[in-house]
Each structure stands twice: as structure tokens, then as C-alpha cells.
């Protein structure tokens, strides 16, 4: 039996050769005197080299911009109303292929909820009906301050097939995108959608392996990872421009009953974030183990810098006598970053009947 995610079961420094960080922020003030009010967060661009004929694994290092911002009226379920006047319309925050591109997704960022998101499914002038999953509201109160963003989906994270290579059909792949079993039961999880760039009379349309249909609107997580499988030898550069997430940010972690269980995620932050800062010990997500050998919890990173397709974990770190370790070590690494802007780790759960939820404090 596997411990399902909490508000994601809907939908689910050495940058070198393998990426370069070029970060810019424009700081301003939060106005929270009318609902409908837009912050105006931190905002960057960072750049991944996709190596040719290899798996760059990545994540987006910040969100996309705030549609929308506001207070916490009132909470009831899981309906969330703002106070003030706002500007937003019926089902403004709603999917409506072919006519409304975007999901949309709230964020918590202020209060006892800080860092949890949820996915909207419905929306009115003054109020946000938010797809909780087996979550609950419980501790919000009003005053908490919250913020809409669209997801990333494909056609936003490369738009018109920037930075892949366009394939001229299904059977031959130059570019592959692919996405991990992220609410899979086990460890060592397969990709379980595999997306291409189909060079067609459009222009260009995302299209998915093995399914009918254009796909530019297919959502992607803001913390988790995903796999861009370079077919040729020809490297390319992905650039990700957007909103700094400010804020704290919540990851709940799976586990089993019985076994281990691999949580495929990444932090949506725009710097290197050390062993010591990243939060996982503080907030009693990550257990600690009773020696190198008889590891509980494990963190497993990934070199990027490595032309390689179905690469194994360059690194693997476990928490033991009080800090942090890097097998077969040791010594204290707590200083080390392995949570690298861009990319992605995965954490491998020992057995256990909770969810550990993960709360990452921002380091800027």
C-alpha cells in the first residue's frame, strides 16, 4: 500500500558544461490592499545545456508569473474566498481547450499552510475552488496572504519546440521529453509518458508517443524532475524565465508500508541549496540512518556534466551521528549543494505508514 501525495494526485556550483545560472532580480513591494492585486515577486532567467545524445535530467528553477494575488477571506472545504474587490471573472482561472491555455495552481504564502499549492478547478469573481486531494485547508485563516500561477506545460517551457529538436514523425525521436512515474509504488521508476516535438504545417505541436492529439497544453509540476532525452549529438539550451518562488515550499514525500519508495522531485529555487539549508532533517522528512551501511533514507543526485542516457545516481547521501554523509564517507558534507538549480534528486523513502512532508526554506 503506498502513502498517496498530498494536493498533487490531481495532475500529477559548478555550473561547467552542463548549466549556467544567469540570475537577475527586481525586487518590489507587496500592495495587499485589493485582492485582485498581482505580486511583484523576484524575477530571474537560468539557463540548462541539453547535452547531445544524452539525458539532461531538469526542473524549472522558478514559477510562472503571478496571475493573480490576494487575503484570505474566509475558508470553507475546499473553497477559498478572497476579500476585497477583484477584477477576475467566471472560470478565469479554469482549462478550457482551445480557448484558455493555461491550469492554474494557488499557493500559500503566508500562515500556517506556507508553501502548500493546490490545483484550481473552479473559479468565480471572488473565490477559488481548489482540488485538495487528501489535504485539507485546516489552519488557514484570513489575512493569510495567497497567489495564482499558471503551470508550466510544454508548450510554455518550450514554446514552438525552442531548444529541442523538432522530430518529423512518432517513429523517429531527435528530441525525447521524458516524464517519471511520479505516483509510482517501488523504486527505480520508468518513464511512464514520452513526449516529441512534431515538426507539422502548424509550426510545430507537442505530441505524446503512442496518443492522438496536440499536447502543448500537458502540465508540469513546479518540484519535480523530468528527463530530456536528446536523440542526435548536437547539444542545445534551454532558458527558463519567471517568478522566484519567495516563500516556503512544501514537498510531501510518499512511503510504503512495506519497502522503499522513490519520490522523483526537485526544489523550484534558482540557486544551489546546501544538505544543511535544504530543510529535509529540520522538518522530519528524512530519516536518519544507523550507519553507512544500513542506510534508512537516501538522497540521490545526478551529474548533469555526464553525456549518458539512463544515468544511475552520481551520488548518494544519508544522514547519520547528526549530519549529513556521502556514501561510502564518512565525513560531514553538510556544506556540499546538491540541490542544483535546474535539475533534480530523488529520495528514496524507507517503509513507514505517513507521509513526511518536507517544508524548504527560501536561502534568499
Known sequence: MKVAHMGKAALHRNCGKGC????????????PTQ??????????????????????????????????????????????????STSWTASQFVYQPGVQANT???????????????????????????????DTLDGMLPGDRIAVHPYWTLGTIFPKGRAVHAS?????????ILIPNYQG?????????????????SG??????????????????PDVMFIVRHN???????????????????????????????????????????LNNSGLIESGAFASSPSRLVRTDEL????NTLKQKNKSAAATYYYCNGMWQRFPLTDDVGDEKPFKAGTGIIIRKASGPTIQLWINEPGY
Open 185 to 201: 509504488t517501488g523504486i527505480n521508476l520508468s518513464a511512464i509518458k514520452t513526449y516529441y516535438f512534431l515538426n507539422d504545417d
Open 300 to 303: 540521490l543526485v545526478f551529474n
Open 35 to 84: 485582492a485582485q492585486e498581482v505580486a511583484s515577486n523576484p524575477a530571474g532567467f537560468f539557463r540548462i545545456t541539453l547535452l547531445g545524445n544524452s539525458d539532461t535530467i531538469v526542473s524549472l528553477p522558478y514559477l510562472r508569473p503571478a496571475a493573480a494575488s490576494g487575503l484570505v477571506a474566509s475558508v470553507s472545504g475546499n473553497v477559498l474566498t478572497v476579500s476585497g
Open 232 to 274: 542526435i549529438d548536437t547539444d542545445t539550451t534551454l532558458t527558463v524565465q519567471g517568478d522566484v518562488a519567495s516563500s516556503k515550499w512544501a514537498i510531501p514525500l510518499s512511503t510504503l508500508l512495506a519497502g522503499k519508495q522513490d519520490n522523483i522531485v526537485a526544489l523550484p529555487r534558482p540557486i544551489d541549496v546546501s
Open 204 to 221: 510545430g505541436t507537442w505530441r505524446q508517443f503512442a496518443h492522438s492529439g496536440i499536447k502543448d497544453d500537458d502540465v508540469i509540476l
Open 104 to 134: 492554474y495552481f494557488m499557493t500559500v504564502l503566508s500562515g500556517a499552510k506556507e508553501g502548500f499549492y493546490y490545483p484550481i478547478v473552479q473559479s468565480t469573481s471572488d473565490a477559488l475552488t481548489l482540488n485538495l486531494a487528501d
Open 20 to 31: 549556467l545560472a544567469l540570475v537577475f532580480c527586481l525586487f518590489s513591494l507587496w500592495v
Open 168 to 176: 518529423s514523425s512518432q517513429l523517429i525521436r531527435k528530441t525525447e
